[in-house]
C-alpha cells in the first residue's frame, strides 16, 4: 500500500491568463517541468499542422499553450501536448443511464477510468474560459480532458476502442492523421451545449484516435460515437430500455468488422453494466454507486496497478444536478467527493491510498 498526492484546480481567465497561470505553478517544482518538454520535439510540419485543427476545432487551446510555454521560458512547439508523447494505454467502463430508467427520473452518467496514478495527472479541473462554456473534469496530458460535465449538462467521456492510438510501446499507430481524444473531450465540452451539436461538432473533426466516446445531456439524450482507423459510427441510447454502455472493445458493426480482437475482461466488465442494468425496471443512485464499490470481476474497480490498469479514478455524474461524486483512486480505499461545477472544489490537494491487486495472466487474455 502507498500514498500519492491529488489536486483540484480551478483554472478561470482567457486561455493566455490560465496557460501561464498553470506554468507559474509547475516551475515551482524543477522536476515536473520535464515531463512537458519533449525529448523529441515535433517538426515544424506536423506542428502547424496540429496547431491549426486545434485552432479550428478548440479555440483558445493554444494561446493556453503559449501562456504557459513563455512562463517556463520555453519554445511551445517544444511541449510534449503537441507530440502526445503523454499518453499511455488505459482501460474505462462508461454508462449512461437516462431518466426513465432511474427511481429520481434523473441522468446519470458512470465512469471509471483505469490506469496507472504514475501517469495519471491525479487533477481535478474546474475550467471556465472566458466565452467558452464552464466545464469540471479530469485533466490528461495537463491541458487536455478525459471527460468532464459542462455547465450546459453536456457530459463527455472516453474509453479507448482496442489498442490506444499513440507514441509509446504497446499503442498503436495512428493509421490517420487528426485529433487525440483529449482534445476533443475538451472541445466538446467547452463549445456543446447537448448531445446533438456534440455529435453535429464531431461530423467534421479529423479524429486520429480509436474510442467509444460518450455523450449525455441533462435533456435525457445519449449516444456512443465509435472511432476506429478514420471510420465513424453512432448509437443513440434506446429510450425503451433507457441506458447505453461502453469499454474498450467495439460495439457497433462497421467498427466490429475492423476490431481484430477484443479483452476478455472488456467483455466482462460491459457486460456486469449490461447484466446490472437489465435486471431491474428502475435503479437507483446507490444501486449505480455499489458497482464501484466491488472489485474487478464482480464490480468496475480495478486494483491491476503493476500493469497500469488500475483506477485512477471514478465518478458518478448527475447531469439535472450538475453535480459529482467521484474519488481519486479505488473508491473501495479512499473517500468519495460530492463537487458541482456552481460550487468552490473543497481542497488544493489530497493524499490518496493505492493498494495493489495480483491479477491472473487471463486479465490480458484477447478473444478473437
Request: aromatic share 8%.
Amino acid at each position: 500500500m502507498h500514498l500519492l498526492k491529488a489536486s483540484f484546480s480551478i483554472l478561470e481567465g482567457n486561455s493566455y491568463e490560465i496557460g501561464s497561470s498553470q506554468g507559474e505553478k509547475i516551475k515551482k517544482i524543477p522536476d515536473a517541468i520535464k515531463k512537458f518538454i519533449s525529448t523529441q520535439p515535433i517538426d515544424e510540419t506536423s506542428f502547424r499542422k496540429m496547431k491549426t485543427l486545434i485552432d479550428q476545432f478548440n479555440p483558445g487551446l493554444n494561446e493556453e499553450l503559449q501562456g504557459f510555454a513563455e512562463a517556463l521560458r520555453i519554445n511551445v512547439n517544444d511541449l510534449t501536448f503537441y507530440t502526445e508523447a503523454c499518453l499511455q494505454p488505459g482501460g474505462c467502463s462508461l454508462s449512461a443511464i437516462l431518466p426513465m430508467k432511474t427511481s429520481d427520473n434523473k441522468t446519470y452518467v458512470l465512469r471509471n477510468y483505469d490506469l496507472s496514478p504514475h501517469i495519471s495527472d491525479m487533477r481535478l479541473c474546474t475550467t471556465k474560459v472566458k466565452g467558452k462554456y464552464s466545464h469540471i473534469g479530469f485533466s490528461v496530458s495537463y491541458f487536455g480532458r478525459s471527460e468532464g460535465l459542462n455547465e450546459m449538462g453536456l457530459c463527455v467521456a472516453f474509453a479507448s476502442c482496442g489498442i490506444p492510438i499513440g507514441n509509446h510501446p504497446g499503442m498503436k499507430k495512428p493509421v490517420t492523421s487528426g485529433l487525440q481524444f483529449m482534445v476533443i473531450v475538451r472541445a466538446l465540452l467547452e463549445n456543446c451545449k447537448n448531445v446533438e451539436e456534440g455529435i453535429r461538432y464531431l461530423e467534421d473533426m479529423p479524429i486520429g484516435t480509436n474510442m467509444n466516446l460518450l455523450l449525455a445531456d441533462a435533456e435525457g439524450n445519449a449516444a456512443i460515437v465509435e472511432t476506429y482507423d478514420g471510420e465513424m459510427a453512432i448509437k443513440g441510447a434506446d429510450t425503451k430500455i433507457g441506458f447505453i454502455n461502453a469499454t474498450n472493445h467495439a460495439l457497433l458493426p462497421d467498427i466490429m468488422k475492423k476490431e481484430k480482437g477484443k479483452l476478455e475482461q472488456s467483455i466482462i466488465r460491459y457486460n456486469l453494466l449490461q447484466n446490472s442494468l437489465e435486471g431491474t425496471d428502475f435503479i437507483s443512485k446507490s444501486q449505480l454507486q455499489s458497482l464501484f464499490l466491488r472489485e474487478y470481476p464482480n464490480g468496475l474497480t480495478v486494483h491491476n496497478y503493476r500493469h497500469n490498469f488500475g483506477t485512477v479514478h471514478s465518478i458518478l455524474f448527475n447531469l439535472d444536478d450538475k453535480q459529482l461524486e467521484l474519488s481519486f483512486g479505488s473508491p473501495l480505499l479512499n473517500n468519495v467527493y460530492k463537487v458541482s461545477i456552481a460550487e468552490p472544489l473543497p481542497y488544493e490537494t489530497i493524499d490518496v491510498v493505492f493498494n495493489n491487486t495480483n491479477y491472473t495472466a487471463d486479465f490480458w487474455k484477447v478473444i478473437e
